[in-house]
């Protein structure tokens, strides 16, 4: 595969998950504006679950799959068919039970009138778990055009919907204004359940994009081969695991710890606000998702050369530096982003923001360094610091979310990712030396962070004002950045 080619496909492929995530991005505002935070809390907590059961549902296999479809081409046939068919069978096990049990489910969620969410999500997550061979396929195939048709086609079906279902029928409806389309396809007491529909449709309309794939690959099963990835993928699967622990379970601890005590509106309204306000964290998280998806390949590329070392700290410190300018500019202009979620009643979780973009600073840094047991092939260091991170998250939201709801569950990620980070250096030093410059890099997160809560002082009335300050306190940055990292000029 030429150069060329692969920069072209690493941009598809980048560019169309981004991109994918950042327009489902844009239905918060609709959410958020359409429901009130207890009813967002339904939303944000159903979500959670997803997170779960498609690492779950996947157990490695999609990871497993790379690993083996190149290994031998003669087995490249039976490396698909074998992986297919175990997701088939996990897959109709599990949406056969969930099924069955839906009500039994519903009961221990506490959402004993809606059973029906547990059907539609567990076909929701059945469907994109086994799909996701066939989108592996694709990309071990070069296809990235029709990699990018399929996802960006889920997404603009599910956008659609929603757009349809929550901002042309509810308004009109609730209005009066209606008409037959409305009075069709539109029920009042469906609520929250048409963006869990939405997303069902998305999902079926993506699996039947894929069934070319399925259907060409439906031959060639081995059970000794499906050994041997399932073998390769379960330490994987921990992992992964330990990763979406990291990443949702304050939202379902939220829920199981303080329903009995606060009742069912204000715990859900508390889950509501602060998933709403951790999509303000959207744009860090958006750049280092953007980010991975480039340094990766280009890691290993110049693992190689003899500067390799030299480049790797130039990386990290340029991209704490975008990470650091990126929550300065979020937290300067607060007042304006806040709009994106339009109703009012979620504003008091703002608080949180600045806790979580700095907990995704220091996530993309985990990311960045996380390169040495790559390269080392020891992987299992990446499972144990994921795993240690996990218990550190579950034993600070059990302690402390009684006390503080939300506010603990953003502080239990900062210390997480935090302490994630140092684990990884430590380890990092130990088996991959890689002198990174620390004084300059942390310096740029405290300076960031001081010029933050230095403007919490400084806060002139007129507004133009206040915004023209902190563009200078922006530009201020920059200027200070600049100066620090401009090329040096030799003395002849």
Same mark, same amino acid.
């Given at each position: 595969m030429s150069l060329k080619k692969l920069v072209s496909q690493t941009a598809i492929y980048?560019?169309?998950?981004?991109?994918g995530r950042f327009l489902n991005y844009l239905l918060v505002p609709l959410h958020t504006a359409v429901f009130i935070p207890h009813q967002f809390g339904i939303i944000t907590e159903m979500y959670s679950y997803v997170a779960f059961l498609v690492v779950l549902l996947t157990y490695g296999l999609e990871t497993s799959f790379f690993r083996f479809i190149n290994k031998d081409q003669e087995n490249n046939k039976s490396v698909f068919s074998s992986a297919v068919f175990s997701l088939f069978v996990s897959t109709t096990v599990f949406i056969s039970a969930a099924i069955i049990f839906s009500q039994q489910i519903a009961d221990w969620l506490r959402y004993p009138n809606h059973n029906e969410y547990v059907?539609?999500? +567990?076909?929701?997550?059945?469907?994109?778990?086994?799909?996701?061979?066939?989108?592996?396929?694709?990309?071990?195939?070069?296809? +990235?055009?029709?990699?990018?048709?399929i996802n960006m086609s889920n997404v603009l079906v599910n956008i659609v919907l929603n757009v349809f279902f929550l901002g042309y029928c509810m308004p009109h409806?609730?209005?009066?204004?209606?008409?037959?389309?409305?009075?069709?396809?539109?029920?009042?007491?469906?609520?929250?359940?048409?963006?869990?529909?939405?997303?069902?449709?998305?999902?079926?309309?993506?699996?039947?994009?894929?069934?070319?794939?399925?259907?060409?690959?439906?031959?060639?099963?081995?059970?000794?081969?499906?050994?041997?990835?399932?073998?390769?993928?379960?330490?994987?699967?921990?992992?992964?695991?330990?990763?979406?622990?990291?990443?949702?379970?304050?939202?379902?601890?939220?829920?199981?710890?303080?329903?009995?005590?606060?009742?069912?509106?204000?715990?859900?309204?508390?889950?509501?606000?602060?998933?709403?306000?951790?999509?303000?964290s959207i744009i860090i998280t958006l750049f280092?998702?953007?980010?991975?998806?480039?340094?990766?390949?280009?890691?290993?590329?110049?693992?190689?050369?003899?500067? %390799?070392?030299?480049?790797?700290?130039?990386?990290?410190?340029?991209?704490?530096?975008?990470?650091?300018?990126?929550?300065?500019?979020?937290?300067?202009?607060?007042?304006?982003?806040?709009?994106?979620?339009?109703?009012? %009643?979620?504003?008091?979780?703002?608080?949180i923001v600045p806790l979580l973009l700095m907990a995704n600073v220091f996530l993309g840094i985990y990311y960045n360094q996380s390169i040495w047991y790559k390269f080392i092939n020891k992987t299992i260091y990446g499972a144990a610091i994921a795993i240690f991170g996990a218990i550190l998250t579950i034993v600070i939201n059990y302690i402390f979310i009684p006390y503080f709801g939300y506010v603990a569950s953003?502080?239990?990620?900062?210390?997480?990712?935090?302490?994630?980070?140092?684990?990884?250096?430590?380890?990092?030093?130990?088996?991959?030396?890689?002198?990174?410059?620390?004084?300059?890099?942390l310096g740029y997160i405290l300076g960031a962070t001081c010029l933050y809560f230095i403007s919490l002082f400084?806060?002139?009335?007129?507004?133009?004002?206040?915004?023209?300050?902190?563009?200078?306190?922006?530009?201020?940055?920059?200027?200070?950045?600049?100066?620090?990292?401009?090329?040096?000029? %030799?003395?002849t």
């Open positions: 980048g560019l169309s998950s981004i991109l059907i539609w999500f +567990a076909i929701i997550v059945g469907l994109d778990a086994f799909g996701s061979i066939p989108l592996a396929k694709l990309r071990s195939e070069g296809k +990235a055009k029709r990699f990018a048709f409806f609730q209005s009066g204004d209606t008409n037959w389309l409305i009075d069709t396809f539109y029920n009042p007491h469906i609520g929250v359940g048409y963006v869990f529909i939405s997303n069902l449709i998305a999902s079926v309309v993506k699996f039947g994009l894929m069934l070319p794939e399925l259907w060409n690959g439906r031959k060639g099963f081995e059970r000794p081969m499906l050994i041997k990835m399932l073998g390769f993928g379960w330490p994987l699967l921990l992992a992964g695991l330990a990763g979406i622990v990291n990443e949702t379970i304050d939202r379902i601890m939220l829920k199981r710890m303080l329903f009995d005590e606060l009742g069912e509106v204000a715990t859900m309204t508390q889950i509501g606000i602060y998933g709403a306000c951790y999509k303000v280092i998702q953007a980010f991975r998806y480039a340094a990766e390949p280009f890691f290993f590329a110049q693992k190689n050369e003899s500067n %390799s070392k030299e480049i790797y700290v130039k990386v990290m410190n340029y991209f704490i530096i975008v990470c650091s300018f990126i929550f300065l500019g979020v937290m300067l202009y607060i007042d304006l982003i806040k709009y994106f979620i339009p109703n009012k %009643s979620y504003w008091e979780g703002l608080q953003a502080f239990a990620t900062l210390i997480c990712y935090v302490s994630m980070t140092v684990a990884s250096y430590v380890l990092g030093q130990k088996f991959y030396p890689i002198n990174y410059d620390l004084k300059r890099g400084i806060k002139p009335e007129n507004k133009m004002l206040l915004y023209l300050f902190n563009f200078i306190v922006l530009m201020f940055f920059i200027g200070v950045v600049y100066f620090l990292e401009r090329p040096k000029k %030799s003395i």
